[in-house]
């Protein structure tokens, strides 16, 4: 037992030949963003207070594809979605088509918390994913910060959507400008590639978990295309016994209900955190798509992935801690 | 090789006990002549995929329940559907949110699985890819039935969420002044009522399963907001064991991810049919969610379970059985 966090900043076919401009950054804020998560658990926040810091953060870094950072849809626009989920009482909440909110998470744990409709009625709705702000009255945006759209958009993504464009394909984000790197198999049109996405899971050390979840979707993806973040069974899922966070080829996600299977994995065949989740990624979908973290409520941590390289980081109360990219 | 066709429609779930006769008739023979749709389709050799999209567009493209045309109004009294479809055989999936223009709403989360790169596409990228597609478009006006301005007047009135069930249509003036006990679902006592969520699932003679779930969604929704029924794993399911859909309140569905875990006792437990939907109805929904779930097997199995009062349904099997029912 004891506290555990874990988080990620995208999994995908990360180059060994990185260059040390574009891994240190991305090191940098992986390191911070542990330290911020473990201080908030040392000092006892709860978990849902913990992960929505660290993935704003996430967020704020221009570096990964989430909040500032996005990549960019075919019209060149962001359009963002997050998702949060409280382990002890299922509630959950998610957005997806922002484009000038900040901080995608908060508004996703805005409306698992506080929708209009709880305003109506004493009991009601926990979960709604909305979609695009204009939809949101005032009243609903109260707090969450907002800014003209160009926030999000940065030279790197512009890039990025040039080079998919010419390719005319739908696009791995951290395909880097020196064509070679690009697996071309890996980039079907038909396929969403891995990427990006930020993410964050927690326990305290009373075993309550949260899971959480953000990202700017795919490069040169359909304006109005939602992925797997968003929905509670595939990219976020959080109960008694886990919380998981996944990133990678959205449409794999969805159809292996990843985040919901490793938590199932453990209830229904009583399998280890870690058995679980290796399983999902080994199993239930197919190579050089997926890798995840996720946290048990006795204080494991796994993170797991298929791909070549996942920026991640965790950390345990008994002094475990781990910043990485690639296989060890 | 399957061992037989079968195949069940549903109309929603929560329906109330005074329903009058007349109309329990008329959605009795809506189904029942949706079933013999789905059964020739069936006999003919159709693959599962084809009869669920088949069925739905019929329940879609009547005005009674509460999808495609009859579908709900949002609080602007606008309609705004949702669909999503699943084939077992390697999972592949198709969802759609958001939309305003297009006359059947579950065709479209067909393309978007057939025909795009994505899985799940909204608003107005879901209706750009519609136009492109060349599907059958018709003015926002067509889904709206006087019926559902009516119920939306009230709805709005009693400023509540409105949930997919019945009172009895004896005019406003009764509404809100029964003397019967009001049905309560999502917490509201009801006192207007709604049209249905629409789904089917189907097995064809090689043992292929499909699922698909069809909405407008809530009475008196904010724009923008999505429900259960466009999420995979929640409101749909179908893998190579079964094909799952599921109508009822949004939230118990989507944190109760109840149609991937239908699929998944089955798979990780050793669950028949029936046994899987009787479980996730009891264990899943255990905190007074109120939910519906239809299935069918690989096998030719049928079945259903509900934790409220009444669901519209409709089942066949290759052997013979046959029911069209409401209650219990």
Redesign the interface.
């Known amino acids: 037992m004891g506290w555990a966090i874990a988080l990620h900043g995208g999994a995908g076919d990360i180059p060994h030949s990185l260059p040390p401009e574009r891994r240190l950054p991305r090191e940098a804020c992986l390191r911070h963003c542990l330290q911020i998560g473990v201080d908030a658990l040392t000092s006892r926040k709860s978990p849902l207070d913990v992960i929505e810091l660290v993935v704003r953060e996430l967020e704020n870094n221009p570096h990964f594809n989430a909040g500032r950072g996005s990549v960019l849809t075919t019209s060149g626009t962001v359009e963002m979605e997050a998702c949060i989920m409280d382990g002890k009482s299922m509630r959950c909440g998610a957005v997806s088509g922002l484009t000038t909110v900040v901080n995608a998470i908060s508004l996703s744990r805005l409306v698992m918390e506080k929708t209009p409709h709880l305003a109506y009625v004493g009991y009601g709705l926990q979960y709604i994913v909305f979609y695009q702000e204009y939809h949101y009255t005032t009243r609903m945006l109260q707090g969450i910060e907002t800014v003209d759209a160009s926030h999000f958009i940065t030279q790197e993504n512009v890039e990025r959507l040039k080079q998919a464009k010419e390719a005319n394909r739908v696009q791995v984000d951290y395909t880097q400008p020196v064509e070679k790197d690009v697996k071309r198999d890996e980039l079907k049109p038909d396929g969403d590639s891995q990427i990006g996405t930020v993410g964050c899971v927690a326990v305290d050390s009373e075993g309550n978990l949260a899971a959480a979840t953000s990202t700017g979707g795919l490069v040169n993806k359909m304006v109005g295309r939602i992925g797997d973040t968003p929905i509670i069974c595939a990219g976020t899922y959080a109960n008694s016994l886990c919380a998981v966070s996944a990133t990678g080829k959205g449409e794999a996600i969805i159809r292996g209900t990843v985040a919901r299977d490793v938590a199932a994995l453990m209830e229904f065949k009583g399998m280890s955190l870690q058995e679980a989740a290796a399983l999902v990624v080994g199993d239930r979908v197919p190579k050089g798509h997926v890798g995840l973290v996720a946290v048990s409520a006795t204080g494991e941590v796994t993170m797991p992935f298929n791909t070549t390289g996942m920026f991640r980081a965790c950390a345990t109360e008994d002094g475990h801690s781990e910043i990485a990219i690639w296989d060890s | 090789m399957g061992r037989g066709w079968a195949i069940v429609i549903h109309g929603g779930a929560g329906v109330d006990p005074n329903l009058p006769l007349h109309h329990q008739e008329e959605a009795k023979k809506l189904i029942s002549r949706c079933l013999s749709i789905g059964v020739s389709a069936l006999r003919c050799s159709l693959p599962a995929i084809d009869v669920v999209e088949l069925v739905v567009r019929e329940l879609e493209s009547d005005p009674l329940f509460n999808s495609g045309r009859g579908s709900a109004l949002t609080e602007k009294g606008t309609v705004e559907m949702e669909a999503s479809i699943m084939d077992g055989p390697g999972?592949?999936?198709g969802?759609v949110?958001?939309l305003t223009t297009v006359k059947n709403p579950i065709s479209l989360a067909r393309l978007v699985m057939e025909k795009?790169?994505?899985?799940?596409?909204?608003?107005?990228?879901?209706e750009?890819?519609a136009r492109r597609q060349g599907v059958e478009m018709v003015e926002n006006e067509y889904f709206i039935t006087e019926l559902n301005k009516g119920m939306l007047k009230l709805a709005q009135e009693a400023?509540?969420?409105l949930f997919d069930y019945r009172v009895p249509n004896t005019g406003s003036e009764t509404c809100g002044a029964s003397m019967e006990k009001p049905l309560i679902m999502?917490?509201?006592p009801i006192s207007v009522y709604a049209p249905e969520t629409v789904g089917c699932v189907a097995v064809d003679s090689q043992g292929q399963c499909a699922a698909a779930t069809s909405t407008g969604g809530?009475m008196n929704k904010?724009?923008?907001?999505?429900?259960d029924s466009p999420?995979?794993?929640?409101g749909t399911?179908a893998g190579n064991l079964c094909g799952v859909s599921c109508t009822g309140e949004?939230?118990a569905i989507?944190?109760g991810?109840l149609a991937?875990?239908v699929a998944?006792?089955m798979e990780?437990?050793g669950l028949g049919l029936q046994e899987a939907v009787d479980f996730v109805v009891k264990e899943r929904l255990d905190n007074g969610g109120k939910a519906g779930i239809i299935a069918v097997s690989r096998d030719g199995e049928v079945a259903c379970g509900f934790n409220c009062t009444g669901m519209f349904r409709g089942l066949a099997t290759e052997d013979g059985f046959l029911e069209v029912a409401i209650w219990d």
């Open positions: 999972r592949r999936c969802a949110s958001g795009s790169p994505h899985s799940y596409l909204a608003f107005a990228g879901a750009e890819f400023n509540s969420i999502n917490g509201l809530l904010m724009t923008g907001r999505i429900g999420l995979i794993g929640s399911y949004g939230e989507i944190r991810t991937r875990d998944a006792v990780y437990k």
